[in-house]
Nanobody, 123 residues
């Protein structure tokens, strides 16, 4: 049974940093690309960052490039999202997700999500 559990969210001020972690279990983590999504009420879930199985390749949406960094530790079955210079528009519920697809930079290919962790950035 695939299980994804996020941690590390919270309330911060604009310009601050946060580090989100996702612990995975129930599947061969090292064989699955992973992604971080975010969602706010009334808006579609958005793939913010993604990482290949080995971690050699990453993908980011334009609005977070240079501020967010996705990484993974296949020995520990974890994927991390480092978020720097946070902005109020980064406020959302952030979820990690897993896919078996080679097109892991596409939001529609993700199959499993965690429950999410709230990130709130005040101005």
């Amino acid at each position: 049974q695939v299980r994804l559990v996020e941690s590390g969210g919270g309330l911060v001020q604009a310009g601050d940093s946060l580090r989100l972690s996702c612990s995975a279990s129930g599947f061969a983590f090292e064989l699955w690309p992973m992604g971080w999504f975010r969602q706010t009420p009334g808006r579609e879930r958005e793939l913010v960052a993604a990482i290949s199985r080995t971690g050699a390749m990453t993908h980011y949406i334009e609005s977070v490039k240079g501020r967010f960094t996705v990484s993974r530790d296949n020995a520990k079955n974890t994927v991390t999202l480092e978020m720097n210079t946070l902005k109020p528009e980064d406020t959302a519920v952030y979820s990690c997700a897993a896919t078996r697809s080679t097109s892991w930079d596409l939001a529609r290919v993700y199959e499993y999500w965690g429950q999410g962790t709230q990130v709130t950035v005040s101005s």
